[in-house]
């Protein structure tokens, strides 16, 4: 039997990437999927109140349009990311792209809450199927100085979908296009992804893994089974006044994944197939690359929905006037994310603590502009706040995922990378249901007045987060360089 080295890091060769992608074909199409599905996890929101009305949507059917997506998302991401190395990478993402356009036509089309909450669940697989293939491309296409500009340009267009989204989703609903209404939000969809479904053979090449393995059945259901037990309650635990149901799935996911790991083991040893090799966690960078993606995402997705609330509930503004607020941090985000890898060339390991440490100060500065300007004070106080902390986001996002899977061997990028996405569902998820425990339990009883106190706990809170990134990515990069000297 192999070593656990050799078996780690067999030689690979790697064959160059062609014309088109060398041009920028396929690094389109990879963004423009990208795009979509983190466009449709914040523009769902604005869609939410147009939705229940044209619908008859009951409150538990609208919680369901908007954990679906995320539960499904979160529970594909790892068998994604193995069905890539096994049935190849452009394929399983040509696939989840085709599902992801017709899903999103189901959502647009469907007739009543139901059929739209199972819409939204398909639609969560099929982001699910595509996730994990566009970063085993980016790192398997591209090397060197192409592949620090094709992250770059992958979290750009992350961040793009996540500030845009309140406001592309505003300006959809308010131009009532073929008069569609919130519609619109899903049908847009349609001829963007048939588009980049038309161009994926010829901009993007096959790639798996250099040995084809099987599928771990087994794995598959356990993993599925431990991450649906722990998103499941952290999604609607706060809502629901976290009932007996929830904690006995808290505890049954700690079971799970006890099982899931044993189960992994023991497949490995024999010389099975695991459906995510756990010597991925043996290499240090992708570890702690792990756990720093976890912290930053468990504040990321929070951040969006308190500041969201603080407009619309504490500040009175509509979703579309909300959305142009977040302009301010979109601003900042476009100034670093483009030249990211600029940044990062120059800074080196000192990139994402130096972000963190920005967006602390954002924060910090948004907080006092909050506590200061209450409910009727000038929106222009949170403007240096929301730039800051965009230009700190920018400095993050693309290098944190680039260094998670930097070091990880060719045959397991397709796996490492369905864990590196399933963290940042799990760390969203976390996120927000910590920060609504703070920020609920502050605005009370939701008389406006309360809202900047309880947004001003919320984004101490979140601040803290990025000081622990800080801190976590400092003691790495000194371990770093004393295993060096």
Request: hydrophobic share 55%; glycine share 14%.
């Amino acid at each position: 039997m192999a070593s656990a080295s050799s078996t780690l890091n067999p030689p690979v060769r790697r064959s160059a990437a062609p014309a088109a992608e060398r041009s920028g074909l396929g690094l389109l199409v990879l963004l423009v999927a990208t795009f979509m599905t983190s466009l449709d996890v914040f523009i769902v929101n604005v869609a939410i109140p147009a939705v229940q009305s044209d619908l008859h949507a009951g409150t538990a059917a609208i919680q369901w349009v908007v954990a679906g997506f995320g539960l499904a998302v979160a529970t594909g991401l790892i068998t994604a990311g193995r069905l890539g190395d096994i049935f190849g990478r452009r394929r399983m993402f040509a696939v989840g792209l085709a599902l992801f356009t017709v899903t999103s036509a189901a959502c647009g089309f469907a007739p009543t809450a139901g059929t739209l909450v199972a819409a939204r669940v398909l639609q969560g697989l099929s982001a699910a199927l595509m996730g994990p293939q566009v970063l085993a491309i980016l790192q398997t296409a591209y090397t060197g100085k192409a592949q620090a500009r094709a992250f770059s340009m992958y979290g750009l267009t992350m961040g793009i979908g996540a500030v845009f989204g309140q406001l592309i989703g505003g300006l959809l609903i308010k131009a009532d296009l073929l008069g569609l209404g919130w519609r619109a939000c899903f049908l847009i969809n349609v001829p963007v992804g048939l588009a980049a479904l038309v161009l994926v053979p010829s901009a993007l090449r096959e790639s798996r893994a250099p040995r084809r393995p099987r599928l771990d059945n087994t794995g598959v259901a356990l993993s599925t089974a431990a991450v649906v037990a722990l998103v499941l309650p952290l999604i609607q635990g706060r809502a629901l006044g976290w009932p007996l149901w929830t904690w006995l799935c808290l505890a049954a996911s700690a079971v799970l994944c006890a099982l899931f790991v044993r189960h992994q083991n023991a497949l490995g040893a024999k010389g099975g197939d695991p459906v995510l090799n756990l010597e991925l966690f043996k290499q240090r960078a992708f570890r702690l690359g792990s756990l720093s993606q976890l912290v930053f995402w468990t504040g990321q997705g929070s951040f969006f929905l308190i500041l969201a609330l603080y407009l619309q509930a504490g500040r009175g503004l509509d979703a579309l006037g909300s959305g142009v607020v977040f302009l301010s941090i979109g601003g900042g985000y476009l100034v670093t994310s483009t030249t990211a890898h600029l940044v990062a060339a120059r800074l080196g390991s000192r990139t994402v603590p130096a972000g963190a440490l920005v967006m602390a100060s954002g924060l910090g500065l948004l907080w006092a502009a909050a506590e200061h300007s209450g409910t009727t004070g000038s929106l222009w106080q949170l403007v240096p706040g929301l730039v800051l902390d965009g230009v700190g986001m920018g400095m993050v996002i693309a290098p944190l995922t680039h260094d998670a899977l930097g070091a990880v061997p060719a045959h397991l990028v397709g796996s490492a990378s369905g864990v590196v996405a399933t963290i940042q569902q799990i760390g969203g998820a976390l996120g927000i249901a910590l920060i609504g425990i703070i920020f609920y339990g502050a605005a009370g009883d939701g008389a406006p007045g309360r809202y900047p106190h309880a947004f001003g706990l919320g984004l101490a809170f979140l601040l803290g987060l990025e000081l622990v990134l800080a801190v976590l990515t400092i003691v790495v990069r000194g371990r770093d360089q004393e295993a060096a000297h």
